[in-house]
C-alpha cells in the first residue's frame, strides 16, 4: 500500500502525545490516552457521532491492534470520514486518509452480504508511536439508542462521551457492567449531556473466563424522542413488539408450507413426533446458507422461500419451522439471543445489539408429557414452552446446544417480549461413561476395548465434528485423543455408533493395543489404572494478579469411568491407591481402584452441578482441579507373585 | 531487483498473459452449449468415494480450458454430494481481479438423485474480498437451491482476462505483503529480469484438490498460425509438473492438453515438505526460441546473474583500503576474515525490517544500492547487497571468495525443469575458501555467526561462479550438533510430590538462530511469553516456567541461554509405601511429534537436530531410590536415542537423556521406524523410579 505522506498532526493527538503515561504492568500491548464520542442527534432521528481515539504503543502486539481503525459500512450507517496519524518516537509523523482505506464484504459464515467493513491503516507504527484516528459516521438506526463501548483489551486512561438532542427529546444512561458514576451527569442548558471517566482498566485474560463483551463496561444511551414516528426502545418489550412487526408475516405459511407441513406429519402419531417431525426437517433438510441484504441482518427471508431454496440462516431456519408449526395448529415464538452466554441477563437493558442468533420456542399442546424434555421451559402465561436451535445440527428437539442452557434471550411473544432464562439441563443431561475391559500382559502390553456412552452436549459437540469428518479423520480424531494418554499404541478398530441419530446416544468403541503401557521397574509393573481421559482443568493464573472473573466450565456433567484390567498371570498388586473422594460444592470426585480376582477395577465419578463460578471462589476451584489431577496420575505396582527380587 | 512472488492465493488462471504480439480478436461470446454433458451412470449410482471413504464430496469431472487468442478460461466442474457435510459445496464462490478479469456466462444445475435436473435461475451476486484504492478482488458467489445428498452439481463459466501482463497480480502480491497477509519472508534482491525474458511462466494447472477426482481435463491453446509463431519470436510452449505420478500434457506448438483421472483429495500433515512441491499441478510457460533448451536456460541466466553481483561488486583494488581498516591488526586468515564478517553483520539489514517493503522504502527515500560501494556509503542493504559486500570486502582482503545463489527450501525445493531463475534460486550465500577449506557464510542473516547458515540455504540445490555456468551444486547440510537444545535441569522433589526448581536451556547453532530470528523486533515480555510457552510445552500439563533470564538473543554469540524456574505438581505419585517418580520429568506432548499410524507423505524436517537433557534431582529427607530404571539406547542411521539414570548421591539422581535426528528426509515407507523411535522414547521417558518411604513419611498429596 502506497504509504500516506509526512504531515502535522491534529493539536489533539499532540496533546494527548504529550500526556505521561502511568506504570502500567509489563504485558501492556498499548494504553488508550483518549477515547472520546460525541453524537448529535438530529429532529429527523439521524446520528451523527465524531470520534478520536489516541494510543500509545507500549509492544509489538500493541502495533497491530492500535494501528488500524475498522469500521462497518451498512444499510443504515455510514462511514462519512476517516483519518489517521502517528508520531512516532523519533518525532516523525504519518498520516492515513480514507481513501487508503481497503474494503471487505467478506464475513465468516456469510455467503452474501451488502454490508462492508472499511480498515484503515497507518503505516510506519512502532513501539512508541502515538496514534490516533478521528472518524466521522452517520447512522439511523431501527431503533435509535447510542453506545459507549469504553472498556476493551487495553487500559483507558480518560474516556470522554457526549451527545446533544434536539429540544423535547430524553436521554437515559445505562451503565452496563460498570458502576453508575455519582452524581450522574446532567444535560447542559444546549441540550448536551457529558460523561467524563477515568482509569479504566483491561479486560484481561484469564483461564476460562466468560467471553469478552460479557465482561466489559459500556454505556448505552436510550433515547426516547417525543415523536412516535422515531422508534426507541424503553424496554425489552418494545424490542419485542418490534421484532414480531418485523418477522410476523415471514413466519406466514403458504401452500407450499402447509402441504409440507401435512407430508411431514403423516406417519406422526402425537403432537411431540409432529412437531419433532417438523424440526427436523428444518434442522437437517434447510442448510445453513446465509444471505444479507439491507435489513436481512435482521429480519428473515420469508418461509416459502426458505423452503423453495432449501437453504437459510439461523432467522430463516426458525422462521420456517415456525410456519410449519402455524400450519399444523401449533404455536411459536422466536427467542432472539447471543450465541455467548453472559451478555444479557435479567437486570440488561434493552438493546438492539445484545443479540446475535434466533431460535425457537415451540408452545407445547398439553397432551405432550415433559419427561425426558430438558429444553422446556414453564412460562406462567404461555405455558410449557420446548426451545429448539434448528442451526445446531445435532442437537435434537428436546434439549439445548451447550452454549444456549442457562443463557438468556429474548422471548417474542404477541406484540411484546420478555427476558427468559433457559434451562441447564439436570447432571444426567450431559453425561459420559466410559467402559474398558482390557488385558495387561506381562512385557507391559495393554489390550481391550473402550466403549465411551456420551449424552446431551458430550454426544452433540462431537457427533458436529465426526459427522463431517472422513473415515480417515474419523481415525485420526481417535488416535490424537489416545496420544494424549497412551505413549506407543496402535488402534485396531473404532466405531461410532448412531452417529445419524441424535435422539440415541453417541456410542464411540475403540479397541487398541498400547505397547509398554506398564513400565518394567525392577521386579515391579509400573500400572497407571486411570488408563485415558482427564478431568483435570488448569485454572493456574501464572502468577498474575487474584482472580478477576467468573469461572465458565460451560455446562453441567455427569462422567463416570470403569476400566477393568486383567492382570497378567503371576502378578499381583504389591499394594492399591488410596481411594479418593472430593465435594466442592459447584462439583465432586471420588476414584477408587480395587483388585477383584485377577482383576484391577478402577472407577471414577466426576459430577459438575454449577459450571459458572464467582471469581472469589477460584482458589478453591483450583484446589479442587489440582487434586483431580494428582489423582489422574496415580499409579500402583504390581509384584510378581513369586520370589520378588527388585533391582 | 528480484521481484517477491507468491502464488497464494489466485488460481492459475490469473497469471494468463498473452506474451506473443498477436491481436486479440473480439471476446467470443459465451458458449452457449446445447445441453450439459451426460452423467454417466456409475456416476448416478455413486453412494460413497472409495479412495476417500467418508468424503463429503466426489468430483466427478473438471475441466478448464484456456484460449489465448480469445483471452478466455472455461471452466467446467461436476460435483456429486455424498454427506451433510458435503453440502455446503452447493455454495459456488468465484473469486477473480476486477478489472484485470471478469466472470461470465456463470451456468449451474442440480441434478437430484432422483427427478428431473434443476436449471439454476437465482440471484448471482458479487461481493468485494478486498478493495483497496483502484484495486478490486472480487467473489462472484450464489447458493444452490434444493440440494440433497446425492445430488450433483455442475457449474461452468468463462474467465474473460481483460488485461495482459501480471501487472495487477503483483500489486495485488504487494499489497497483501504490506498488510503481512502474504507469507513473510525477507526480500533479496539481487537479481533484475531481463526486459526481453526467455522464459515466461503463464499459468499453473492445480491438478489435486482437497476432494477426490475422478477425471479431469487442462488445456491451452492458442491459435496462431505458422506466420504469427515464426514473427512472435519462436516462442514454443513447455511445461513442469509436480506430483504428477503418471499422464504427461500433450504439447504442440502452442497448445498444452492434459487428461488425468482417479486424482487423490490432497491431505496436509506436518513435517511435510513445502505443500507445493506435493500437491499435484503443472506449469505451463513460454521459452524463447533462441534459448535451445533447459540446460541453455539456466547457463544464460546463471551467466546474466554472476555479470551482475561481478559489475555490483566492482573491483576488489578499490575497497582494500576499507578492508584493511576492518581487520585492523588480525594476522590469522580466519580471524582477518571474522573480522569483515562482523562489520557486514552491523549493517542495517532492511530485508528484516517488518513492513518496509519496496514502496515504503521508495516513500522513505531509501534508495536502492547498485555497487558495493553504495552499500558502504549508506550503512544499509538488503540480503544480496550485505552478501556482495561480504564477498567483495573478502576478495580485497585476499580471499578466494564468491557468491552463490541457491533455491531457499523454506516454501519450495529446486525443479530444474521449471525455468524461472528468480522464483527458484531466490537468496544468496557466500563461499570463501580459507586453508584449503570452503566456508559457506551467511552474513545477510542477522545474527547468523561466522561459519551457520540459516537452515532454508542449507541442502539445497545452489549455482555458483563459473567459466562454464551454470554450475549447479548441493549447499552442505549442518549436523546435529550445529542445532542442539542443551537442559540442565536442577529440580527438587517436594513432599507433595511435586517438583521444583531450575532449567538453563543453551541454543546453539540453527536453534539459536531461529529463536533470533523469530524474536526480532519483540520485546521483553514478548519473548518471555514465547520462551514460556515453548518450556510448558515440553513439561506434564499443569507445570508452570517462568522465565528468569535470556541471554545473547540480540547477537550471533555462540549460545543463546535461557533459564527459567519450573513447577511441575504432583508428578510424584504414591504407590502404598513407596512413591513412583517419572525418569524424565520433560513429558509434555511437544516432545512426541507422530500420533497417527498411517501418513500420506514422507517426514521432512528442516534441519537435523539434537536434544540433550542434563536433569538432577534431589529427594527430600525420608526417601531412598529403590528401583531406577536400566539405561537404554537405540541408534541408526537417521536417529539416536538415549537415556541413563544414575545414583550420584543417596539422595540424587542424575538423569541423562539425549535424542538425535541426524537426517532430514524420511520417505513415507520409513515412517512407522520413525514413529515407533520417537513412541520407544515415550515410553523410556516414562519410565518409573521407584522411591521407598522412611517410616513416618508420607507424600502428602495436595487435596489433603
Known amino acids: 500500500m502506497p504509504a500516506a505522506a509526512a504531515v502535522k498532526p491534529p493539536s489533539w493527538l499532540a496533546d494527548e502525545a504529550a500526556r505521561p503515561v502511568p506504570s502500567l504492568p509489563p504485558e501492556t500491548e498499548a494504553v488508550i490516552l483518549l477515547d472520546e464520542q460525541s453524537t448529535v442527534v438530529n429532529t429527523k432521528g439521524v446520528m451523527t457521532t465524531i470520534c478520536r481515539r489516541a494510543a500509545r504503543v507500549l509492544r509489538p502486539g500493541g502495533v497491530e491492534m492500535l494501528g488500524r481503525l475498522a469500521l462497518a459500512v451498512t444499510y443504515d450507517s455510514k462511514v462519512k470520514s476517516m483519518r489517521g496519524w502517528a508520531i512516532n518516537p523519533s518525532g516523525s509523523t504519518r498520516e492515513a486518509t480514507m481513501d487508503q482505506a481497503l474494503s471487505s464484504s467478506i464475513a465468516p459464515g456469510t455467503l452474501y452480504m451488502d454490508a462492508k467493513i472499511m480498515v484503515l491503516t497507518v503505516p510506519e507504527v512502532e513501539v512508541g508511536s502515538v496514534v490516533g484516528f478521528e472518524w466521522k459516521e452517520e447512522q439511523k438506526p431501527e431503533a435509535i439508542e447510542d453506545n459507549c463501548a469504553f472498556q476493551g483489551p487495553f487500559p483507558v486512561l480518560r474516556a470522554h462521551y457526549s451527545i446533544s438532542l434536539p429540544p423535547g427529546w430524553e436521554p437515559h444512561l445505562r451503565w452496563i457492567n460498570w458502576p453508575p458514576p455519582e452524581p450522574g451527569p446532567s444535560a447542559s442548558e444546549a441540550g448536551t449531556l457529558s460523561v467524563d471517566m477515568a482509569d479504566i482498566p483491561a479486560i484481561a485474560d484469564e483461564p476460562l473466563r466468560p467471553k469478552e463483551h460479557a465482561l466489559a463496561g459500556r454505556l448505552l444511551v436510550h433515547i426516547k424522542p417525543p415523536s412516535p414516528h422515531i422508534r426507541s426502545f424503553s424496554a425489552w418489550p418494545d424490542m419485542g413488539a418490534w421484532y414480531a412487526d418485523l418477522s410476523g408475516p415471514r413466519r406466514v405459511p403458504d401452500e407450499a408450507v402447509s402441504q409440507m407441513a401435512r407430508k411431514l406429519i403423516t406417519d406422526s402419531p402425537d403432537s411431540l413426533s409432529k412437531i419433532r417431525a417438523l424440526a427436523e426437517f428444518a434442522q437437517k433438510e434447510i442448510r445453513y446458507v446465509s444471505i444479507r441484504i439491507g435489513i436481512g441482518g435482521f429480519q428473515p427471508h420469508f418461509a416459502a422461500s426458505v423452503l423453495a431454496n432449501r437453504y437459510g440462516d439461523c432467522k430463516d431456519k426458525s422462521t420456517l419451522l415456525a410456519a410449519l408449526l402455524q400450519a399444523v395448529g401449533i404455536d411459536s415464538h422466536f427467542i432472539i439471543i447471543h450465541t455467548d452466554r453472559g451478555g444479557v441477563n435479567l437486570r440488561s437493558p434493552v438493546s438492539l445489539g445484545s443479540f446475535n442468533h434466533l431460535i425457537l420456542a415451540i408452545r407445547l399442546p398439553d397432551d405432550v408429557p415433559d419427561a425426558g424434555l430438558d429444553s422446556l421451559v414453564r412460562h406462567p402465561s404461555l405455558g410449557q414452552l420446548l426451545v429448539f436451535d434448528p442451526t445446531m445440527p445435532t442437537t435434537p428437539l428436546g434439549r439445548l446446544p451447550y452454549y444456549l442452557q442457562d443463557n438468556t434471550g429474548l422471548l417474542v411473544a404477541g406484540n411484546s417480549g420478555e427476558l427468559l432464562v433457559l434451562p441447564r439441563p439436570g447432571l444426567e443431561g450431559n453425561g459420559i461413561d466410559r467402559r474398558g475391559r482390557l488385558v495387561l500382559a506381562g512385557d507391559g502390553s495393554l489390550a481391550g476395548e473402550i466403549t465411551e456412552t456420551r449424552r446431551g452436549a458430550e454426544a452433540d459437540f462431537l457427533r458436529y465434528h465426526i459427522s463431517a469428518a472422513t473415515e480417515a479423520g474419523r481415525r485420526k480424531y481417535l488416535e490424537t485423543f489416545l496420544a494424549r494418554f497412551l505413549g506407543s499404541f496402535s488402534l485396531q478398530s473404532f466405531e461410532f455408533k448412531n452417529l445419524e441419530d441424535d435422539r440415541r446416544d453417541l456410542v464411540v468403541s475403540y479397541r487398541f493395543v498400547a505397547a509398554g503401557y506398564a513400565k518394567r521397574a525392577g521386579g515391579y509393573l509400573v500400572v497407571r489404572p486411570r488408563i485415558l481421559g482427564s478431568r483435570a482443568v488448569d485454572l493456574d493464573s501464572k502468577g498474575k494478579a487474584p482472580r478477576r472473573y467468573p469461572i465458565d466450565l460451560e455446562t453441567t456433567l455427569f462422567a463416570r469411568d470403569e476400566f477393568t484390567i486383567e492382570m497378567p498371570a503371576g502378578w499381583t498388586p504389591d499394594s492399591l491407591p488410596e481411594p479418593i473422594d472430593l465435594d466442592s460444592g459447584f462439583a465432586a470426585y471420588a476414584s477408587r481402584t480395587e483388585e477383584s480376582g485377577r482383576t484391577l477395577v478402577y472407577r471414577r465419578e466426576y459430577r459438575l452441578t454449577e459450571p459458572l463460578l464467582p471469581a472469589d471462589r477460584h482458589d478453591e476451584a483450583l484446589k479442587f482441579f489440582r487434586a483431580v489431577g494428582a489423582d489422574e496420575q496415580q499409579s500402583l505396582l504390581l509384584k510378581t507373585t513369586e520370589t520378588r527380587t527388585p533391582q | ?704
Not at chain 2, 114 to 127: D, L, S, V
Request: hydrophobic share 40%; aromatic share 8%; charged share 30%.
Open chain 2, 1 to 704: 531487483m528480484t521481484r517477491k512472488r507468491s502464488r497464494r492465493a489466485l488460481p492459475a488462471a490469473f497469471a494468463l498473459m498473452t506474451i506473443l504480439a498477436v491481436p486479440a480478436p473480439g471476446r467470443r461470446a459465451v458458449a452457449q452449449e446445447p445441453s450439459w454433458p451426460p452423467i454417466m451412470t456409475a456416476d448416478s449410482e455413486m453412494k460413497d468415494c472409495p479412495h476417500q471413504p467418508g468424503a463429503p464430496a466426489v468430483i466427478l469431472y473438471r475441466e478448464e480450458i484456456t484460449d489465448v487468442t480469445t483471452r478466455t478460461t472455461s471452466v467446467f466442474r461436476r460435483l456429486k454430494i455424498l454427506t451433510d457435510a458435503g453440502l455446503d459445496r452447493a455454495n459456488i464462490e468465484i473469486p477473480y481481479i476486477a478489472g484485470y478479469s471478469e466472470i461470465a456466462g456463470i451456468e449451474a444445475r442440480v441434478v437430484p438423485p432422483e427427478g428431473p435436473a434443476r436449471e439454476f435461475g437465482g440471484q448471482i451476486f458479487e461481493k468485494t474480498a478486498l478493495r483497496v484504492r483502484k484495486m478490486r478482488v472480487a467473489v462472484k458467489t450464489f447458493a444452490l437451491p434444493d440440494v440433497e445428498v446425492g445430488s450433483i452439481i455442475d457449474t461452468r463459466y468463462e474467465v474473460r482476462h481483460r488485461k495482459s501482463g501480471s501487472s495487477a497480480k503483483e500489486k495485488l502480491d504487494e499489497i497483501l505483503t504490506g498488510l503481512g497477509e502474504l507469507e513473510a519472508r525477507p526480500e533479496e534482491g539481487g537479481f533484475t529480469e531481463r526486459k526481453e525474458p526467455r522464459a515466461i511462466a503463464i499459468g499453473r494447472w492445480r491438478v489435486q484438490e482437497d476432494l477426490f477426482t475422478k477425471k479431469a481435463k487442462f488445456a491451452y491453446t492458442n491459435k496462431m498460425t505458422l506466420i504469427q509463431f515464426l514473427l512472435s519470436g519462436g516462442w514454443r510452449l513447455a511445461w513442469a509438473s509436480v506430483g504428477m505420478p503418471t499422464g504427461a500434457p500433450r504439447i504442440g506448438l502452442a497448445s498444452a492438453q492434459l487428461e488425468v483421472s482417479d486424482i487423490p483429495a490432497f491431505d496436509a500433515e506436518d513435517y511435510m515438505i513445502p505443500e507445493e512441491m506435493l500437491r499435484m499441478s503443472v506449469d505451463l510457460f513460454y521459452i524463447h526460441g533462441l534459448v535451445e533448451n533447459g540446460e541453455e536456460f539456466w547457463k544464460l541466466e546463471s551467466a546474466d546473474w554472476q555479470k551482475g553481483v561481478e559489475r555490483f561488486m566492482g573491483k576488489p583494488a578499490k575497497l582494500e583500503g576499507r578492508t584493511r581498516g576492518i581487520v585492523g591488526d588480525a594476522t590469522e586468515p580466519l580471524d582477518r576474515l571474522k573480522r569483515i564478517y562482523a562489520s557486514v553483520q552491523g549493517l542495517r539489514h532492511l530485508s528484516y525490517e517488518k513492513g518496509l517493503t519496496r514502496a515504503e522504502r521508495k516513500e522513505r527515500k531509501i534508495k536502492d544500492n547498485r555497487s558495493v560501494a553504495d552499500v558502504l556509503e549508506r550503512g544499509y542493504g538488503l540480503r544480496s547487497d550485505v552478501t556482495r559486500t561480504f564477498v567483495a570486502l573478502a576478495r580485497a582482503a585476499g580471499f578466494a571468495a564468491e557468491v552463490i545463489r541457491v533455491a531457499a527450501c523454506d516454501n519450495k525445493l529446486f525443479r530444474k525443469d521449471y525455468l524461472s531463475f528468480s522464483e527458484q534460486l531466490d537468496s544468496e550465500l557466500a563461499l570463501v575458501e580459507v586453508g584449503g577449506r570452503n566456508y559457506l557464510l551467511d552474513p545477510a542473516t542477522p545474527f547468523c555467526p561466522f561459519g551457520l547458515a540459516h537452515w532454508s540455504r542449507t541442502n539445497t540445490t545452489a549455482v555458483r561462479f563459473s567459466d562454464a555456468p551454470p554450475a549447479f551444486f548441493t549447499t552442505p547440510h549442518f549436523p546435529p550438533d550445529m542445532a542442539l537444545t542443551q537442559r540442565e535441569v536442577a529440580l527438587d522433589l517436594e513432599p507433595g510430590g511435586g517438583l521444583r526448581g531450575s532449567v538453563k536451556t543453551t541454543y546453539t547453532g540453527q536453534e539459536a538462530l531461529v529463536r533470533r530470528l523469530d524474536n526480532l523486533g519483540s520485546d521483553d515480555t514478548t519473548r518471555k511469553e514465547a520462551f514460556e510457552k515453548e518450556m510448558t510445552d515440553i513439561l506434564p500439563a499443569g507445570s508452570a516456567a517462568t522465565l528468569t533470564k535470556v541471554e545473547d538473543i540480540d547477537r550471533s554469540a555462540p549460545a543463546l541461554i535461557v533459564r527459567y524456574d519450573i513447577v511441575i505438581p504432583g508428578l510424584g505419585t504414591s504407590a502404598g509405601d513407596r512413591t513412583l517418580l517419572p525418569v524424565s520429568p520433560l513429558l509434555g506432548p511437544g516432545r512426541y511429534p507422530f500420533r497417527h499410524a498411517e501418513r500420506r507423505h514422507s517426514v521432512y524436517f528442516p534441519y537435523p537436530f539434537r536434544e540433550f537433557d542434563d536433569i538432577v534431582i534431589t529427594l527430600p529427607e525420608g526417601l531412598a531410590v529403590e528401583v531406577r530404571p536400566e539405561p537404554r539406547k537405540n541408534q541408526d542411521d537417521f536417529s539416536s536415542y538415549s537415556l541413563a539414570c544414575a545414583l550420584v548421591a543417596p539422595n540424587k539422581l542424575h538423569i541423562q537423556r539425549d535424542l538425535v535426528v541426524k537426517k532430514i528426509f524420511h520417505p513415507v515407507e520409513r515412517y512407522a521406524a520413525l514413529k515407533a523411535f520417537f513412541d520407544t522414547a515415550r515410553s523410556v521417558d516414562e519410565g518409573q523410579i521407584v522411591l521407598t518411604r522412611a517410616p513416618g513419611v508420607r507424600l502428602t498429596e495436595p487435596h489433603q
